[in-house]
């Protein structure tokens, strides 16, 4: 049962990642490559707050989305200003630079040491100590984040983010700024990546740099492009297919010397051939 419960978690967990990485890739058509940094900012402040000061653990959840919003302004007014290829590599450079500094900043991350003995979250004397009180925990905070964003892609502001992956050139005619959206649902997205880098420091009780590497990004994304880009239940579909197929591939009785390596090589092929015949994704309205 208790395998079930971690499998949960981490189900949610990248449920909020995929939801919030769809709203920019999916919606608004930014190949963003930069959610793991995100991710990693919120899940460090959490570990040092908690870890260093008095601090519970839903305020340090405000102030990591507090430090990753600024730090993804910042980020996004230099990522507005490009577009398809180049928003990319941008992005690229940016989780290269947060993962360096994770790494090489050892006076306040220690490095690849990491941060150990992150505590669990208490609310009024009440201690999510126990797997089965953390997965409640989390589920409530990924339903809040596919409400909010559900409510984003639903308004007019979601409207015109439509309309810019269809044709930016076309909207800016009838005068809207591009730019000021496009930096808008970056710092939305990423302030929600931060609420789960938060949950998965707590849950791990560790945090260190391998975690929140450029592939990680990469997975996100793999995650959106499976569920179906521009659909927030293809999203959740593609978190809980990738989170639980490895898992049970585990199960198949290849050879034990072989058995790592035939996971990963099934794991991709299923990957290719549906970008080869379903390249929208299961539940998608929108190609790459």
């Not at 405000?62 to 490009?82: D, Q």
């Not at 306040?108 to 040491?113: A, D, E, W």
């Not at 590497?213 to 659909?231: P, Q, R």
Request: no cysteine; hydrophobic share 55%.
């Amino acid at each position: 049962m208790e395998y079930f419960i971690h499998l949960g978690i981490l189900f949610t967990i990248y449920t909020i990642l995929a939801v919030s990485l769809n709203l920019v890739v999916g919606y608004t058509g930014l190949l963003s490559v930069t959610h793991a940094a995100f991710y990693g900012i919120g899940a460090y402040t959490t570990a040092l707050l908690l870890t260093q000061t008095g601090i519970g653990f839903f305020t340090s959840i405000v102030l990591g989305v507090v430090l990753t919003v600024i730090i993804s302004f910042l980020i996004g007014l230099v990522l507005s200003r490009f577009r398809d290829d180049y928003y990319a590599l941008a992005s690229l450079g940016f989780n290269v630079i947060v993962f360096s500094i994770f790494l090489n900043w050892q006076e306040l991350t220690r490095g690849p040491l990491g941060i150990p003995g992150i505590s669990k979250p208490e609310l009024f004397g009440f201690s999510f100590s126990s797997n089965f009180s953390y997965l409640i925990l989390t589920i409530i905070f990924a339903v809040l984040v596919y409400l909010v964003s559900s409510f984003i892609v639903n308004s007019s502001f979601g409207r015109v983010l439509k309309a810019i992956r269809e044709d930016e050139k076309a909207i800016q005619i009838f005068g809207y700024n591009t730019q000021y959206y496009k930096l808008v649902i970056f710092v939305i997205s990423a302030g929600m990546a931060s609420i789960a880098g938060s949950f998965f420091a707590s849950y791990i009780t560790f945090v260190d740099p391998s975690s929140f590497y450029i592939m990680e990004s990469i997975f996100v994304l793999t995650i959106i492009i499976l569920g179906g880009l521009a659909n927030l239940r293809g999203a959740v579909l593609g978190a809980l297919i990738l989170i639980l197929l490895p898992e049970a591939l585990r199960f198949v009785g290849f050879p034990s010397d072989i058995a790592a390596q035939m996971r990963q090589v099934i794991y991709g092929l299923i990957l290719i051939l549906l970008m080869l015949y379903r390249p929208q994704g299961l539940k998608g309205e929108y190609k790459i």
